[in-house]
């Protein structure tokens, strides 16, 4: 296990994209962590948090995505997710968090879908 999880931060337009790269755990998370609250605590955030280097995340990083959607949604905006790699698609879809979060191919379309 990676002792921590790489986070760059990226603003795009009306939007921020937050790359994250390494393996999602208890004990990785709390930078990524950081980063998506501070985020989702502006006015109206539009959050991307791509995935594509990410190739586990445990139940922590899970909590972690449902925190930071819920309180993007309570100040107006949104998370969404790119780049989903399939392990971490599958856990996204035995806990039905697919329902809350939308999956999108890249970080463009992420930025672009309507609705």
């Not at 790269?21 to 502006?42: P, Q, V």
């Not at 948090?49 to 990410?54: C, K, M």
Request: aromatic letters at 4%; hydrophobic letters at 45%.
């Amino acid at each position: 296990m990676s002792d921590k999880i790489d986070v760059a931060v990226r603003r795009v337009g009306d939007h921020t994209v937050v790359v994250a790269s390494g393996s999602i755990y208890f004990d990785t998370h709390a930078a990524l962590k950081e980063t998506l609250l501070a985020l989702a605590g502006e006015d109206k955030p539009r959050i991307i948090l791509d995935l594509s280097g990410v190739d586990l995340c445990d139940s922590s990083g899970l909590n972690m995505m449902a925190q930071t959607h819920l309180t993007a949604t309570r100040n107006g905006g949104w998370l969404r997710l790119a780049g989903v790699q399939p392990i971490v698609r599958q856990v996204l879809e035995a806990t039905h968090l697919t329902h809350m979060l939308p999956i999108y191919e890249t970080a463009e379309q992420a930025a672009y879908a309507t609705g």
